[in-house]
């Protein structure tokens, strides 16, 4: 007696038009018996959904569900470690399943993947993100994150700062290289203006010269991605999402700092500790194979000076980036020199050093320093500053001679006979 499969191979092979003969030259089956099964026309069996099995994942399908309405993009490892939280014992592959089949996925295009040998290249880019930090709950901020990843081994370095500009892009960079105890060859840059200005009328890229001074310090070639091709620089655009999707989403942060401490923590339990999904390795032990071919450090710290005039305003105070810093009440010219490091700002006098400030984050701050007000400031003054207040109730005042009461009464009679006298 012939098995079910048997039966359906012999009446396929008779729709697709073969005979007898050959349907049993090509099953090995006895023309007899194939024509005895044929004339039976037994239809091939209809299978219907099995009946779903119960897992360990049913009691929190749902609370997946939640989460996803209200954050759509959240990973499935993210997820599975929330509910491994809670009490679940299964695997990664039954969450990833679950959480498959209730996403919409978008569909893509064939990418053509450019891989790249150890220690040759790196990618940087900023990304642009919202928070509201528990500090200031009733204020949305405006926060953007450097990230730096290895071509190679896709080791990532992440830093959250208040603002895109060259000072925080110079502080990424040393803090990147000190990370990575080295330097790529060389590092892949998205046309922002921090470090591209432009192009020349020949096609070459014009850089901005503080980069070029700080890749000649450290050994690197800055190269800038085509412009409109902004997934040549793809092994950087994607983490961002996976920060966003895994980090970012679903977490509250007390202040900048808070936010850079969880992210660090995040990066070396989870984002440099997971199986990279393209190169099937432990991103950590990646980069400790990728480490050696990575240039050597400079023996000397990089001391990037940014040199500008600044005016002095009337409450002794100079702007830079949208801060405001104090000089010292001894500071009589108008116009100073200002040097900005990577994280001091410094004003000259007639080339004499009066102040030294450190670089404060973000906009629309001030800082006085100590000893720079003698007085208090005057009606007019733009910045109300604590520290002032308390350093004129310090300032001694002269005492005030103790005289008889007489006295006073004979100038009150003096000033009403003058007033008589007028009148």
């Not at 220690?119 to 204020?139: C, E, I, K, L």
């Not at 901020?141 to 060259?166: A, E, K, N, P, T």
């Not at 990575?180 to 998205?190: K, M, N, R, T």
């Amino acid at each position: 007696m012939l098995k079910l499969g048997e039966i359906v191979v012999i009446q396929q092979l008779k729709k697709e038009g073969l005979s007898i003969s050959a349907i049993a030259e090509r099953t090995g089956l006895d023309r007899k018996t194939v024509r005895k099964y044929l004339a039976r026309d037994l239809d091939a069996p209809a299978y219907g959904p099995r009946a779903p099995r119960p897992t360990c994942l049913d009691e929190y399908k749902d609370y997946i569900a939640h989460r996803l309405k209200k954050y759509p993009r959240l990973r499935s490892t993210r997820l599975l470690r929330e509910i491994r939280d809670l009490g679940y014992t299964g695997g990664y592959t039954t969450v990833k399943s679950y959480v498959h089949g209730i996403r919409i996925l978008e569909s893509s295009g064939w990418e053509h993947r450019f891989e790249t040998p150890p220690g040759r290249q790196a990618q940087v880019d900023f990304a642009r993100f919202v928070v509201r930090f528990r500090s200031t709950p009733d204020r949305e901020q405006i926060v953007w994150l450097f990230s730096m990843v290895l071509g190679h081994s896709r080791y990532l370095f992440c830093r959250f700062v208040l603002r895109q500009d060259l000072p925080a892009v110079i502080r990424c960079h040393i803090e990147a290289f000190e990370v990575l105890g080295g330097v790529p060859e060389e590092i892949l840059y998205d046309r922002m203006k921090t470090a591209v200005i432009g192009e020349g009328d020949d096609g070459h890229i014009i850089y901005n010269r503080q980069l070029l001074d700080l890749a000649s310090h450290y050994g690197f070639m800055p190269k800038a991605c085509a412009a409109y091709r902004a997934k040549t620089k793809g092994k950087v655009e994607r983490p961002f999402s996976y920060i966003r999707d895994d980090f970012f989403l679903g977490e509250d942060f007390e202040d900048l700092a808070d936010m850079n401490a969880k992210l660090d923590g995040w990066l070396q339990t989870v984002a440099n500790a997971r199986c990279h999904g393209t190169t099937r390795r432990i991103v950590r032990e990646a980069f400790l194979d990728e480490r050696p071919s990575l240039g050597a450090m400079p023996s000397l710290p990089y001391q990037a000076v940014l040199r500008a005039e600044r005016r002095v305003t009337r409450d002794g105070m100079v702007s830079i980036d949208g801060n405001q810093y104090s000089v010292p009440d001894s500071t009589h010219r108008r116009l100073v020199e200002v040097q900005v490091t990577c994280d001091q700002v410094q004003v000259l006098d007639h080339g004499q050093l009066v102040a030294v400030h450190p670089v404060l984050p973000g906009r629309g701050q001030s800082r006085v320093a100590t000893g720079h007000r003698r007085y208090p400031p005057p009606g007019n003054a733009k910045i109300e500053r604590e520290s002032d207040r308390e350093q004129a109730l310090s300032v001694p005042c002269a005492p005030v001679a103790r005289r008889d009461l007489l006295v006073y009464d004979q100038i009150a009679q003096g000033l009403a006979g003058d007033i008589g006298g007028q009148s």
